[in-house]
């Protein structure tokens, strides 16, 4: 999402591109948007792209996407985010505090043609600020509201060659007290915030270097170090008639520390252009948690995973002003590259499990592996893509893109105690290779200068793969494939005042992924191939200023999301079951009023986000209702100076976000809360 009348450039289709001229549904929250919206993470941006929803716990480590009903597990995520053209290819790294971030782009529907293994459900563009190469310049913003929120962010970037050399810095530090007590008389714990407490420190440092006319060199290193309370989880109908108290014997935490460097170098030439994008990411995760969520001194666990993935990626294309003449009224648009990546996951948990848990005739402690696993994953896929454009008025893309990619996985599940293991171990050595070829066509017409009609077929995959942890003969699931036909509507008018898209979208897919639980076994999960499904659904956006100092916003989509016939999950016939955590629709309206006021302008922001009933399971036993929540926001900036005040979920609506199965609660699921009302005030200071 824009405002109305500014200039948006996507990489929506890898090459920098006016959103209006693609065939693509994409939606854009540019700089201004994350500002005046106060979004520190992901998901808070996600309610302004229709048919957007985040499964995301308390725990930032947590965060799945899910667009147009298909989604994934962390390992193998259904949308694929990428950070300043890096993928992330574990959701472990994509939700992180958002400093010195200029844009997000939401593109939604099947991406494979171009972005490769799991772009099934879409993409999450992240891009960072850029150095600024004319004159230094900065903020200080310290935000700090209810529950012991506290914020410190600041960001600095300016030349140091003028028109050559640039660098920039940004830092954050959060806090917050968190919103759920534990009433345990006694609790074993670490602090005394509540239960989901958070702080996290952020730093990014990047350099930017133009030597020659032509030539960008672009380095850019980032990290976090996170450190959150415990998951708020509670048995489900405890957790909606006091959603904000649990009583539990033993409190944990869940650590997180993230680093990425990225290195970006771009050509551009009268004939073509070249970018190598040079990804390292690691991340390390350390929790413990009471894992049956109750008072009784039953099972706790711990859970250390560490990961490190390195991405090169070469793409060519041709220059933006000068595609490949095949007439004097029609062009040649190409682009064409090559994705090499390798990644190390290594997880080691257990689970202490007291006397006789497990059995009445285990009267001793047992420590659980669950598990001990090492996975490598090395990969290749290379693209391409060509658009033939006629009179500027009809384009016609054609696109496809082949991947291969090699899995290993070393896996232990074992149960050992004082006394020696009480059950054999159960060791994997596996390797498997995945090989996929997506095609996508797709066709633009401008019907007049501001509206562009345009439709578009594709295939997209999500890759297999092997699970740490699964029930016997589950070890490793296939492919998962998508075909997806998408047709739609771009305008835009009232030189640039007023911008509107609809679109319409049937996506059939097979080999469907579902994140299972484990039976009898707390809180694991196992990816499963389970049949067959489909989606339909419908987007529109709209964004207007009918006066210069009001600005207008809303944004709906719905989808019907169904498991297909004959399709079947833990024995159990789901056909035509909604599938799950996918709202029936997702609606976001807005405004935004300014005035001139005392050498500034002062400013008020109204946005209320809408969700649709979903379910928490794909047999639909459990389900969350539709809510509705509102955030308002408003203050002055002036010169140097910003004054703002704040409220998210002003209403303090109750709702549950997230739930699952969950065998040893009354009523079978356990769940967390979604955030309460808070409330804060923002001082900041630009020079």
């Known amino acids: 999402m824009r405002a109305p009348g500014s200039s948006v450039t996507v990489t929506a289709q890898k090459e920098p591109a006016d959103p209006a001229t693609l065939p693509v549904s994409v939606s854009t929250v540019q700089e201004d948007l994350i500002k ?109 509201g209810s529950d012991g929120q ?22 954050a530090f959060s806090e917050r007290d968190g919103f759920t007590k534990n009433l345990y008389p006694q609790p074993v714990t670490r602090s005394e915030a509540a239960i989901d407490s958070r702080e996290g420190f952020s730093a990014k440092g990047q350099v930017l270097w133009t030597p020659e006319p032509g030539w960008e ?20 109908a405890a957790v909606r008639s006091n959603p904000f108290e649990v009583t539990r014997d033993f409190e944990g935490f869940t650590n997180r520390d993230l680093f990425t460097t990225t290195a970006i170098v771009r050509k551009e030439s009268k004939r073509f252009t070249f970018v190598s994008t040079t990804g390292f990411v690691d991340w390390k995760t350390l929790d413990e ?84 696993a090492d996975l490598d994953d090395a990969g290749v896929g290379v693209y391409g893509q060509g658009t033939i454009a006629f009179s500027n008025r009809l384009d016609l893309s054609f696109g496809a893109r082949f991947d291969h990619e090699n899995r290993k996985a070393d896996l232990l599940t074992a149960y050992d105690s004082a006394f020696g293991p009480i059950f054999p171990s159960v060791t994997v050595k596996e390797e498997k290779s995945f090989s996929d070829v997506s095609p996508q066509a797709a066709v633009a017409f401008r019907a007049t200068p501001g509206t562009l009609v345009y439709g578009s077929m594709s295939r997209a995959f999500k890759t297999g793969g092997f699970n740490p942890v699964s029930i016997p003969g589950s070890e490793s699931y296939d492919e998962e494939h998508a075909w997806h036909i998408e047709g739609g509507v771009k305008i835009t008018a009232a030189s640039g005042k007023l911008s509107a898209t609809a679109s319409i979208f049937s996506i059939d897919w097979d080999d469907l992924q579902l994140n299972l639980p484990i039976p009898l ?16 659904g419908a987007e529109f ?34 056909s035509d079951k909604k599938i799950p955590n996918t709202p029936e629709f997702t609606a976001t309206f807005g405004a935004q009023f300014s005035t001139a006021l005392s050498g500034g302008r002062a400013y008020f922001r109204a946005e209320v986000a809408s969700f649709g009933a979903f379910e928490y399971n794909e047999a639909n036993t459990q389900r969350q209702d539709a809510y509705t929540l509102a955030n308002f926001r408003g203050g002055w900036r002036g010169g140097r100076f910003t004054v703002e005040a704040w ?38 200071i630009g020079f």
């Open 36 to 144: 005046a919206s106060g979004i520190t993470f992901i998901s808070d941006a996600g309610i302004f792209s229709p048919n957007t929803y985040f499964t995301e716990f308390s725990a930032r480590k947590l965060s799945n996407p899910r667009i147009r009903g298909i989604g994934a597990s962390p390992a193998n995520p259904g949308v694929v985010t990428y950070v300043d053209g890096v993928p992330q290819f574990n959701s472990n790294s994509s939700s992180f505090d958002l400093v010195d971030i200029s844009q997000i782009e939401f593109v939604r529907g099947p991406q494979s043609a171009l972005f490769g293994r799991n772009a099934l459900g879409g993409v999450i563009n992240i891009a960072s600020g850029r150095p600024s190469m004319t004159k230094w310049g900065g903020n200080l913003f310290v935000p700090f």
């Open 150 to 171: 506290f914020d410190v962010r600041a960001n600095a970037s300016g030349p140091i060659a003028k028109g050559k050399l640039a660098a920039g810095f940004a830092v």
């Open 217 to 236: 060199v672009r380095a850019i290193i980032g990290g976090e170090r996170a450190r959150d309370g415990d998951y708020a989880l509670n048995d489900l």
């Open 289 to 372: 948690t009471d894992l049956d969520y109750s008072p009784a001194p039953l099972a706790t666990r711990k859970n250390a995973e560490d990961a490190t993935q390195f991405t090169e990626e070469l793409r060519f294309a041709s220059a933006p002003a000068s595609p490949i003449k095949l007439s004097d009224k029609v062009g040649l648009r190409w682009q064409a590259g090559t994705l090499l990546f390798t990644q190390n996951y290594a997880q080691d948990a257990a689970n202490t499990i007291a006397p006789f848990v497990l059995s009445q005739f285990i009267p001793f402690t047992v420590v659980q592996t669950s598990p001990k």
């Open 521 to 536: 076994t707390s809180g694991q999960f196992y990816i499963s191939n389970v049949g067959s499904a489909t989606s339909r």
């Open 541 to 574: 956006e709209l964004m207007g200023r009918p006066h210069e100092n009001i600005d207008l916003f809303g944004v709906f989509g719905f989808t019907r999301a169904r498991f297909a016939s004959g399709t079947s999950s833990e024995g159990i016939d789901v």
């Open 647 to 684: 409220v998210r979920n002003a209403f303090d609506t109750s709702y549950v976000p997230l739930a699952f199965a969950y065998n040893f609660t009354p009523s079978g699921f356990i769940g967390e809360p979604g955030r309460p009302r808070t409330a804060g005030i923002n001082l900041g």
